[in-house]
């Protein structure tokens, strides 16, 4: 009676061995399964970048940029003749309007014309507001 059951622990035992090395073989096979699939992805998008700096290239091109300006911009081409020097530039003429004070604000705040008003719209004495009545 005691073997019996000892044997059946032992196959009981063995089963759920089998039972847990197939669930680690299971995702062992998904997980190596993802890793493929993410190196394939990883592969695909470096593909892209290098299409993608292909086509930057060949667009950033000077001789390509350079036909598009002649095709589609009426410019013409800088003449040694545009250049001059800088001693040959002449003089900057004098200056007739008297600039302004060094102190702008100041000057309106000490304008005499001023007649205590605070806008030009407020003449005589302002209106007294609600709350300020006494």
Not at 56 to 73: E, M, S, Y
Request: proline share 7%; aromatic share 6%; charged share 25%.
């Amino acid at each position: 009676m005691v073997v019996r059951f000892l044997n059946i622990c032992v196959i009981a035992g063995l089963v759920l061995a089998a039972a847990y090395v197939y669930d680690i073989k299971y995702q062992s096979t998904l997980r190596a399964e993802r890793v493929a699939k993410l190196q394939h992805d990883v592969r695909r998008e470096r593909d892209v970048i290098a299409s993608l700096r292909a086509e930057w290239a060949r667009l950033g091109n000077p001789r390509r940029i350079q036909t598009l300006a002649d095709r589609h911009l009426s410019l013409k081409r800088v003449e040694a003749s545009q250049f001059v020097n800088f001693e040959s530039l002449p003089e900057r003429p004098p200056q007739i309007v008297q600039p302004p004070s060094e102190d702008p604000i100041g000057a309106m705040l000490d304008d005499p014309a001023d007649d205590g008003n605070l806008t030009g719209s407020v003449t005589g004495n302002p209106v007294a507001v609600k709350g300020d009545r006494q």
